[in-house]
């Protein structure tokens, strides 16, 4: 993942698919109807930020590891 990194605390998530409504390149549900980062993540960083922000129970995590390749990525 360039510049950023996303993590998914399976044990906070209820399930209710908001991450894959806001960034469905990034976040899919797996069987249980949990959260799982799609490998690798497509969507804009805005849109990933969008869906961690809106996670009701604040099971997502947005870690921007290198400023300088996002603000290239524009």
């Known amino acids: ?17 908001v991450c894959a409504a806001y960034a469905p ?3 899919t549900q797996d069987d249980e109807g949990l959260a799982v980062l799609c490998d690798p993540p497509v969507d804009p960083l805005d849109e990933v930020r969008a869906a961690v922000d809106s996670c009701p129970t604040g099971a997502l995590s947005l870690a921007i590891t290198d400023v300088a ?5 524009g």
């Open 69 to 73: 390749t996002i603000e290239r990525e």
């Open 1 to 17: 993942m360039p510049g950023w990194s996303v993590h998914v605390d399976r044990t906070r998530c209820l399930g209710c698919g």
């Open 25 to 27: 390149g990034s976040f």
